[in-house]
């Protein structure tokens, strides 16, 4: 501590103050009798109260407050009045710096300043501004000190209105070149979103410092703006001014959301050659980089090379998701709490994103487990996340029961219940939802208004559907979007009302999507439509020439009319675009382990009796009268091989493969990766009554529950 050194000037006094000061951090606790004899002066109490002001040692602070009231050393005196109200000011307690400033009658800058600095800086964003303008009405100049909080306080209230009056007013008084000023003028204007103005302030800007280039970075990284903010970085760079870490944690985020995988790499390398990995935080986003570009190989190793905290693995376990591979996620999770370290809600929410991937309920319900005695069960976002798990995976009460005990529901919330009862074809419960949520006064967003749709679409609701969808540009003012539109689409088709539906799209107010398309072809297959098929085939093909499965519904709906020619004439674009459909693989829980399946797996180390089983399956069903729907194999094969390659897909096998490991009666849930083709949904219709299982099937579209022959879908999916 320099106390020594402010001890100087005061050599008659120096005993009693440094006797003070002893007590003070010796003791600790000053008594009145200890103050009273030896009492200070008031100059003595103004550098101490300096000195506690800087150092923010409110504790000592008040102490002399105490002390310099019971000496009497406060009444009418200007000098330590200021000062112990900028020193409560500075260690924010408002309310008795404000007190204290009331009582002073001549207000100078510096008092003025301290308490605009202490509204600003402790959340009382509109006190600070209303002390500004009463500053101004009193004919003092606000300077280099005043405008920084004056402006915190704007960005703070989001009022860039006020903000760009004061930016005049700094303008006016010639302090616009103020590097302090300018930054906080930045700074201000980013966090208003105003990202233009920010950028014309920064232009303007004689000299700028590490702190100017950092607010802009960081500025257009949060509003979302990364190749604004990769922009700025390449001016740095050009400019010669180095990045520091906060550089670093700016801009790599916006490397992230731009997949700028390049730029990582090149800043991988600038981090370590300046020796920045030994900042946690550099080196969490530069994982974050490798895992949003799908660097898995990268990201792993920088995680395992340098030290690693909860963002870390986060970062890991949200990364294996993302990319797909959910096993390796949740892989990492086990192996955190293995290594003791303490996950948070991000950690729960990648985790639970996991499971839901692959259907990997029971390990699903043991995190719930894990959450409940944590307490973490109850909070909205990470409840949300666990009633969408348990919807995915086919088990609605669940979600429900989540859904009712979370003691706050936002909007995403209501919006995934929604979406969990439109998934399992539960039309009416959706919009139940739906109007519950409206009369909690919860306005819906784009999102909700897609999952509502989707529900009345999935249950064929066909007048509540096109009555919602007119509310949202009519009641709700909204814009109607492309997900809207193929929701409406989708329920059209599927009511048979295609002309419609063809009408609809035509008149979008946005371009329709390939989806659209294919979604009106896979409506005019069910309802036989050749004409409108064409039409819609051929827009669908052009919009995304490498999607098959357009092409193979064409194909079907040709052979469902016996036109051979023209079945072979789409198969011969197809063998010669070289187009191959998608590998479907389905998955199965067992004992908390999930089993993959793909087309023709032969790899399972049960693989032996589980062809067998469905060798078994295949004469028992035909036996019970089943004709396989061969029109979903593209190949120019004899039917023969064709019924073969058909009793090869995944859902078979591990339907075969549930079967033969759980007990009778036990319900099955398997997860596929693509729709369901016809012939494996009558085949489950079919296993599900002979067998007596129940089977609850998720494909890419929905829920399917099949039950004593029937599917919950009503064969439209
Ligand atoms: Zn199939
Ligand atoms: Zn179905």
């Known amino acids: 501590m320099n106390g020594a050194l402010l001890l100087k000037p005061f050599k008659t006094h120096q005993r009693k103050l440094q006797y003070f000061l002893q007590i003070d951090s010796y003791t600790s606790q000053l008594t ?164 233009e103005a920010a950028r014309k302030m920064f232009d303007r800007m004689p000299i700028r410092d590490l702190t100017s280039w950092n607010t802009m970075i960081s500025g257009y990284t949060k509003n979302g703006n990364p190749e604004g903010a990769l922009l700025i970085f390449s001016l740095m760079s050009r400019s010669g001014e180095r990045a520091d870490c906060a550089t670093l944690v700016t801009v790599l985020p916006a490397c992230a959301n731009m997949r700028a995988w390049k730029l990582g790499r090149q800043m991988h390398g600038y981090i370590i050659r300046n020796n920045y990995g030994l900042h946690i935080s550099v080196i969490n986003s530069l994982i974050y980089v490798y895992c949003n570009c799908n660097f898995m190989v990268y990201a792993r190793w920088l995680f395992e090379k340098y030290e690693r905290d909860t963002v870390s693995w986060n970062s890991m376990i949200l990364g294996y998701a993302k990319s797909g591979d959910a096993f390796e996620s949740l892989r990492h999770f086990n192996q955190m709490l293995s290594e003791g370290i303490e996950p948070d809600q991000v950690t729960f929410i990648a985790v639970l994103g996991a499971c839901d991937q692959i259907t990997a309920l029971q390990f699903g319900m043991s995190v719930h487990a894990f959450l409940t005695r944590k307490g973490f069960s109850v909070h909205t976002i990470v409840g949300t996340a666990l009633g969408n798990l348990y919807a ?202 999930v089993h993959c399946f793909s087309v023709g797996d032969k790899s399972h180390p049960q693989s032996e009796s589980i062809y067998s089983k469905l060798e078994d399956l295949h004469w028992q069903l035909k036996e019970a009268g089943y004709t396989p729907d061969t029109s979903s194999v593209l190949y120019d094969v004899n039917e023969e091989v064709k019924e073969k390659m058909l009793w090869d897909h995944s859902e078979r096998l591990a339907i075969a493969f549930a079967l033969i490991n759980t007990a009778p009666r036990t319900v099955i849930t398997i997860t596929k990766n693509l729709r369901i083709c016809c012939d494996c949904h009558t085949v489950t219709k079919l296993i599900s009554k002979h067998l007596g299982r129940e089977i609850i099937m998720r494909d890419a579209h929905r829920f399917h529950h099949f039950k004593n022959g029937i599917c919950s879908c009503g064969d439209y999916w």
């Open 32 to 195: 009145k009798e200890k103050a009273q004899t030896h009492s200070l002066t008031s100059l003595q109490c103004g550098t101490l109260l300096q000195l506690f002001t800087n150092s923010k040692s409110y504790h000592k602070g008040k102490q002399l407050h105490a002390h310099m009231i019971s000496s009497g050393l406060l009444v009418e005196n200007t000098y330590l009045n200021t000062k112990l109200s900028s020193f409560y000011a500075i260690c924010g307690n408002m309310s008795e710096a404000r007190i204290i400033f009331n009582d002073i009658i001549l207000k100078n800058s510096f008092s003025l300043n301290c308490m605009i600095r202490g509204y600003a800086c402790n959340g009382f964003s509109l006190d600070s501004l209303a002390l500004y303008r009463e500053m101004l009405f009193f004919g003092q100049k606000a300077d280099n000190f005043t405008y920084p909080f004056v402006l915190k306080a704007c960005g703070d209230l989001l009022d860039v209105e006020i903000g760009r009056k004061i930016h005049s007013e700094i303008v006016i008084r010639g302090l616009e070149s103020d590097i302090y000023v300018g930054n906080s003028l930045l700074s201000m204007y980013s966090k208003c979103r105003d990202m």
């Open 392 to 593: 995915k995976c086919g088990r609605l009460g669940c979600s429900c029961q989540v859904f009712e005990e979370m003691p706050e529901k936002n909007l995403i919330s209501w919006s995934a219940m929604i979406a969990a009862y439109g998934l399992h074809g539960k039309g009416r419960e959706a919009i139940a939802v739906f109007n519950q949520m409206k009369a909690m006064n919860i306005r819906p967003d784009e999102v909700t208004f897609t999952s509502v749709l989707s529900a009345c679409s999935h249950a064929g609701l066909v007048n509540e559907g096109c009555d919602i969808f007119y509310k949202i540009a009519k009641e709700y003012d909204m814009e109607r979007k492309v997900e809207h539109y193929s929701c409406m689409v989708d329920l059209l088709g599927r009511a048979g009302r295609l002309d419609e539906a063809y009408k609809l799209i035509k008149t979008m107010e946005v371009k329709p999507t390939h989806d659209i398309w294919a979604s009106l072809l896979f409506a005019c297959r069910v309802h036989h439509n050749v004409k409108l098929a064409e039409i819609a085939a051929l827009n669908a093909f052009d919009l995304n020439p490498k999607a098959v499965v357009p092409y193979i519904s064409l194909s079907n709906i040709y052979a469902v009319e016996k036109r051979w020619d023209d079945v072979e004439r789409v198969r011969a674009i197809v063998r010669s675009k070289g187009l191959k459909k998608q590998p479907g693989c389905s998955y199965v829980e067992l004992e908390k382990v």
